[in-house]
């Protein structure tokens, strides 16, 4: 029988991948591939929460002869089973009757009522507070197939609270989350991504198959049954059967493909395939990123979530990002604070401000431009309508008295309705903020000298002799791939660590350093307050200026006196940044400054250092935040520093490959903006038309604005 065939062709020697685990030996085994603790995963479906991934192992289907030579034998290890000598445990091996039936339909499940939405995820009307504060007033928006949506607005906006709220790790006080299906399958790339140090790369991304390691702990149960029902046909034929079902669930989920599309994976995020039997933790945080990403992509899923997916990503891996996720069809929603990376993947931005959402539709340059335009317009507007409100007071005040007292009267119902029904606000601006690094006494002419230095770390060399010299009132950028020795320099010019050869010095006159890390936020002083930390970093600072830069950095008045303990990690690096910004110096070396930032303290930083008169040396993979600061870039390439004396413009234009890369971008996007006609060149007809469209988009706006009041009214 073809059953008994396929089970005789099985090979019970996993060659899925090596691991090994403690083996009971008082209980029967048999040699199966995977062996490993469970794992959080970070898929969700809508109708069940997180997924766990077993702890089982995985058959691979039969190797044709001819592919064998090419197919690489591991290790196998030997897993325990459980005894299946009592009824019980015998008749939970054989899947229920439903569960045939609901596989037999291709796992479709029929939904009481149809969605409103035909793909993707819509949020309507959600409202979110914790501990009394309202974070979320009014938040409405969609995400469908093929768009990919940028969430943006400053740190504490609720930006990863909508993304809980999708997945369900959050609840909303009011309103609703609509899916296109009941059991849609979603992936959540979180800020703090998880993975196993211990693990290989390999398992880390077989840990994304919960549905095939599940059907495969079922075969391996009913392989170990299949070895003591010897003596009971009626048991065998009754296992052989439901290992056939099993094999045809094998094939729906597509098991038997999990090596081939890991070992596809791993190329295209950046790893060899020998790089697959090495453990996570010999990665830097940038390639245990791409790692916990890789899961996330394996997944296939209905929607995609990424919060701050470029954070640990360096610059070419962020490229191979913004690529990989443009050819998805599949709906995405993005939070993120890198403008460039908006800019070449979103067709759509949601901003979130005081707790209501508002749609802009395509990427970050159009929502800049179209929210200015709106804000404009909405002004011009609100001051029209104030004219008139003046005017019409001026009229009642003339004719309240005498013969001409009707005529107020109207004038009082027209102020009523302009001041009631057809009220236009003023649109809400936030205030900028101005911000100086604490000047100095100029340093001398030479900064920092770089001598035929070498660097080993680990028996890795990352430079060898490698020459640099930076001179007074340079900004300078430090890029490269991660784990190429970017951070490692800046920590040989700050003395935090010895050359092996060669010589790094500072300059001789009035050099001060302000040094900031990556893990700056870990050598705070947890037992001093918010406001403590900053007042004693800075020097001839009011305490109202402090409590004013501490204020755009999203500290509000009740965090203040806050001891740094009881502070969130990513309270703690924007307390750290604020320290930094008020500590004098004449040189101001950089690690990653933008990493938790959002993009209006972005720009604050960035004004900041174009103000700088001391001299800047700064490593970061935004792009935008490098267009904006630098006049200098630095590679670090193969143990040298290659230096393009130059902003990083002339960097692409001189590094031949990078050029090219950002040619394609450009020419992307380009073909993605609209076409607008120069006013010059427009016919009487085009102008007349453009001057209509004017018109209906003020008309829209006055509209919104009365619905708006009106729903305030009666709600």
Not at 21 to 36: A, R
Not at 55 to 84: C, F, R
Not at 104 to 112: D, E, P, T, V
Not at 575 to 596: G, I, Q, R, W, Y
Request: net charge neutral; hydrophobic share 35%; proline share 3%.
């Amino acid at each position: 029988m073809n059953i008994v065939r396929q089970l005789n062709c099985n090979d019970l020697k996993s060659t899925f991948i090596t691991g090994s685990i403690p083996i009971d030996t008082s209980k029967p085994t048999i040699k199966t591939g995977l062996s490993s603790p469970p794992i959080r995963a970070v898929c969700y479906r809508a109708c069940e929460g997180p997924l766990l991934a077993a702890q089982v192992g995985i058959i691979p289907k039969p190797i044709p002869e001819n592919s064998k030579k090419n197919h690489t034998k591991l290790p196998s290890v030997a897993t325990g089973t459980t005894s299946v000598t009592e009824t019980s445990d015998i008749e939970s091996l054989f899947s229920k009757n439903d569960t045939r039936t609901s596989s037999k339909k291709g796992g479709r499940q029929n939904l009481s009522g149809a969605s409103s939405i035909s793909s993707g995820v819509r949020l309507e009307n959600i409202s979110k507070s914790f501990k009394g504060v309202t974070l979320l007033k009014d938040v409405s928006w969609e995400v469908k197939k093929g768009e990919k949506v940028g969430l943006v607005g400053v740190n504490g906006a609720g930006k990863t609270t909508q993304l809980k709220i999708i997945v369900g790790e959050e609840e909303p006080d009011s309103g609703q989350v609509i899916k296109a299906k009941h059991n849609m399958k979603l992936a959540f790339l979180t800020q703090e991504f998880e993975v196993v140090p211990t693990r290989t790369v390999r398992e880390e991304f077989l840990n994304a198959f919960k549905d095939q390691l599940e059907v495969q702990q079922k075969i391996d149960r009913i392989q170990k049954a299949l070895e003591s029902a010897v003596d009971d046909m009626d048991l065998m034929g009754r296992l052989l059967d439901e290992l056939d079902f099993l094999q045809k669930q094998a094939d729906v989920v597509e098991l038997y493909d999990v090596d081939v599309k890991i070992n596809k994976m791993m190329p295209e995020l950046g790893f060899s395939q020998e790089d697959g039997d090495r453990l996570v933790a010999s990665f830097s945080g940038g390639w245990q990123m791409r790692i916990s990403l890789g899961k996330i992509l394996l997944q296939e899923p209905d929607l995609l979530l990424l919060d701050e997916p470029t954070n640990h990503l360096d610059l070419d891996t962020i490229e191979w990002l913004e690529g990989y996720l443009k050819k998805q069809d599949v709906p995405m929603v993005v939070v993120s604070h890198d403008r460039a990376f908006l800019d070449q993947l979103c067709t759509k931005i949601v901003e979130t401000d005081m707790g209501i959402s508002k749609t802009y539709e395509g990427n970050y340059s159009e929502y800049v431009a179209a929210k200015a335009a709106w804000i404009e317009a909405q002004r011009m507007a609100w001051e029209k309508q104030q004219k008139e409100i003046n005017h019409t007071k001026d009229m009642i005040n003339r004719l309240s008295a005498g013969a001409s007292s009707g005529r107020a009267s109207s004038a009082e119902k027209k102020l009523e309705k302009l001041q009631d029904e057809n009220s236009v606000e003023k649109p809400f601006e936030h205030k900028p903020i101005k911000f100086r690094f604490p000047a100095l006494e100029r340093s001398g002419n030479t900064v920092v000298m770089i001598k035929n230095l070498a660097f080993e770390y680990d028996g890795n060399v990352l430079f060898k002799k490698a020459n640099l010299m930076i001179e007074r009132g340079e900004k300078l950028a430090v890029i490269g791939p991660n784990g190429c020795g970017k951070s490692t320099l800046l920590r040989l010019i700050m003395g935090y660590e010895e050359p092996t050869h060669g010589q790094v010095q500072l300059g001789e006159h009035n050099v001060i350093p302000n040094y900031f890390e990556q893990n700056q936020a870990e050598v705070l002083d947890l037992d001093k307050t918010v406001l403590e930390t900053v007042e004693m970093a800075a020097e001839n600072w009011r305490i109202d200026d402090i409590k004013g830069l501490l204020g755009r950095c999203n500290f509000k008045a009740d965090m203040l006196n806050r001891k740094v303990a009881f502070l969130s990690g990513g309270e703690k690096a924007r307390l750290a940044f604020c320290k930094f910004m008020v500590t004098p110096s004449t040189l101001l070396v950089l690690d990653e400054p933008t990493n938790h930032l959002d993009i209006p303290s972005k720009e604050l930083l960035e004004e900041a250092i174009r103000e700088y008169r001391g001299t800047v040396i700064a490593v970061s993979h935004d792009r935008y935040f490098l267009r904006q600061i630098v006049n200098r870039v630095v590679e670090v390439k193969d143990g040298m520093l290659w230096d393009y004396v130059g902003d990083y413009n002339y960097y692409l234009e001189n590094n031949l490959e990078a050029r090219k890369r950002e040619l394609e971008r450009e020419e992307e996007l380009e073909a993605k903006a609209p076409k607008v006609k120069a006013k010059s060149k427009m016919s009487k007809a085009e102008k007349e038309l453009r001057k209509k469209q004017k018109a209906t988009s003020f008309q829209q706006s006055q509209a919104k604005t009365r619905v708006s009041k009106n729903a305030k009214r009666w709600n």
